[in-house]
């Protein structure tokens, strides 16, 4: 796959010089980014924690996730979706298409090697990337050295888990949304759900589906707009007017054409932020809920609207308005975030909260896959990192090749 060079250093850590870009994470970025070096000849390594590609997706999602957006908005570069799928493909369908383009741009990620550090060495001008590989025998330590550094661990790499007042005392399951499968195992339960994006909607549907009696925390305000509008994708739609009128204009006749689908969303407990939905997302990365029935369900009454939680007791939950709801199980629809701050050390590109600004940095180093804008957003980082990388490659790849540079990566190896 890629030029090296390899050698162990004093402490028995195997050194690898890769002769292109380390890519971290093989979820749909990483891929991405890979396919796109791999159509210009650039080779590359990329390397995976986990044991499969796109582990978000084949270990962290529920069974009913479907893509929330039409597939066109949703194929990666150079490989669009089988014609057969439908406008909308299940958890299972992504995952084949996935495999499929990791199988038909030949990429081979290394896999269940965790990254412990990333940073750039001033002295010999390339990152060390040092990762752990572990089985239930040995332990093992790898340093890849690098000119070229491409983070695509993306915006949900590890679940969050709030502070709530009580949350330990709680005899029943608690769950992060992400361990979440399916609402058979919950059949006649009373099960709080704390969120209400996408995926605390979602679950809260498919609980009711199952005869549970979903309770979904609403602690702040969120738009909720239906998924079709006149049989029309509710985004497609939106970038389609968006050719034509401002953004605000587009707001305002999504938000009237939601209220003739919906109806008042406040009248069940669920205020509408003041912005509308398209400037929120620009402007604050908050996604509106695109809704396939749960809404219908919190009309009938199958699902429960509830105000914020003030604090959590043996059997029950005290909420803010003072009520108090018997609950049996938790599900933690509270989000997630990027882990990039626990194994990257630079602190000028990346924000201490694990976002880039942007998609390039310094020294080499690009961001795939942190836009906030899904995986339309994704496929255009690799595209514009790829190019990026191409136009500097025959620069690098002369440099790698002249002998005089061997001397100085085994002095810089031998320093470590």
Same mark, same amino acid.
């Given at each position: ?25 093989? /979820? ?35 069974? @009913?996730?479907?893509?929330?957006? &039409? ?8 490989? &669009?979706?089988?014609?057969? %799928? &439908?406008? %909308? &493909? ?21 896999? $269940? ?5 990333? #940073? ?10 040092? *990762? ?20 695509? *661990? /993306? ?24 361990? %979440? ?29 199952? $005869? ?16 079709? !509008? ?21 707001? #305002? ?7 003739? =689908? ?7 407990? !669920? ?14 990365? #908050?996604?509106?809920?695109?809704? =396939? ?14 105000? /914020? ?26 989000? %997630? ?5 626990y194994w990257l050390q630079e602190t000028e590109f990346f924000a201490k909260n694990g976002f880039p600004n942007g998609w390039k940095g310094k020294h080499g180093l690009y961001a795939s896959g942190f836009t906030r804008k899904g995986l339309a957003g994704a496929s255009a980082d ?25 001397? *100085?990566? @085994? ?6």
């Open positions: 796959m890629c030029n090296f060079t390899s050698q162990n250093n004093f402490f028995g850590r195997r050194c690898v010089w890769v002769n292109g870009p380390v890519i971290v994470g093989a /979820g749909p970025s990483g891929l991405a980014v890979s396919a796109c070096l791999r159509e210009q000849g650039i080779p590359f390594v990329v390397i995976e924690r986990s044991d499969c590609i796109a582990s978000l997706w084949q270990k962290h999602t529920y069974d @009913r996730v479907k893509l929330h957006l &039409p597939k066109k908005f949703c194929q990666l570069p150079r490989l &669009p979706f089988p014609q057969e %799928y &439908p406008e %909308y &493909p299940s958890k299972k369908q992504f995952i084949t298409y996935l495999e499929n383009y990791a199988e038909t741009f030949d990429i081979k990620p290394h896999f $269940n090697e965790c990254v412990l550090s990333a #940073k750039y060495d001033e002295a010999c001008h390339f990152w060390r990337v040092v *990762t752990v590989s572990k089985t239930d025998l040995t332990r093992s330590e790898t340093e890849y050295m690098c000119q070229m550094l491409v983070v695509a *661990t /993306g915006e949900n790499a590890e679940g969050v888990v709030p502070e709530i007042d009580g949350l330990e005392e709680f005899s029943g399951e608690v769950i992060h949304v992400k361990d %979440y499968k399916s609402g058979k195992s919950y059949n006649g339960k009373k099960v709080l759900v704390v969120g209400c994006g996408n995926s605390g909607m979602e679950v809260s549907l498919d609980l009711s589906n199952h $005869n549970a009696k979903p309770s979904m925390v609403v602690r702040s305000s969120v738009h909720v707009l239906p998924r079709e !509008i006149m049989g029309k994708s509710t985004f497609d739609l939106a970038m389609m007017l968006m050719k034509w009128i401002p953004l605000w204009l587009v707001d #305002k006749l999504l938000l009237i054409l939601t209220w003739f =689908i919906l109806g008042n969303t406040q009248n069940y407990g !669920i205020k509408r932020p003041s912005l509308g939905p398209l400037q929120l997302k620009n402007h604050h990365g #908050k996604t509106p809920v695109l809704d =396939i029935g749960a809404f219908q369900k919190i009309r009938s009454g199958d699902i429960t609207v509830v105000p /914020g939680i003030k604090r959590f007791n043996r059997n029950s939950v005290d909420l803010v308005n003072g009520e108090t709801v018997d609950i049996d199980s938790v599900v933690l629809a509270t989000g %997630y975030r990027s882990n990039v701050p690799a595209i514009k990192i790829s190019q990026d990388i191409g136009k500097g490659w025959k620069e690098v790849s002369n440099k790698n090749k002249n002998k005089q540079n061997v001397p *100085t990566l @085994r002095r810089c190896i031998s320093t470590f």
